[in-house]
């Protein structure tokens, strides 16, 4: 769901942005049936999820919730971090949202 995080740490070349929003809808081993760049994007997608999936804060940011919320926990972050990278954009690129 953090589709702005996702395309600006995925690429700018158009491949890389389509992987990147890929990442989310393709399910499954990779096993050729994208271009190898596309496949390349949607990797890194699956490296940057895993990773973040697996950090310690975010863990006690989806402990906050309450335990009847916790299912959407992670997406309701993944909003409140693009809505924090959209907020403060240019702290982190050169070129305008």
């Known amino acids: 769901m ?4 996702h395309l600006h740490l995925g690429g700018d070349a158009p491949a890389q942005l389509l992987g990147s929003l890929y990442g989310d809808f393709v399910k499954g081993r990779l096993a050729g049936q994208w271009p190898a760049d596309i496949e390349a994007a949607i990797v890194l997608h699956r490296r940057i999820d ?11 940011a989806r402990a906050r919730f ?3 919320r916790r299912r959407y926990a992670g997406i309701l972050l993944d909003l409140f971090f693009d809505h924090c990278l ?12």
């Open 2 to 5: 953090n589709y702005l995080a």
């Open 50 to 60: 895993a990773f973040t999936d697996s950090h310690a804060l975010l863990a006690q």
């Open 66 to 68: 309450p335990a009847e």
């Open 86 to 97: 959209a907020r403060n954009w240019p702290d982190y690129a050169d070129e305008p949202l």
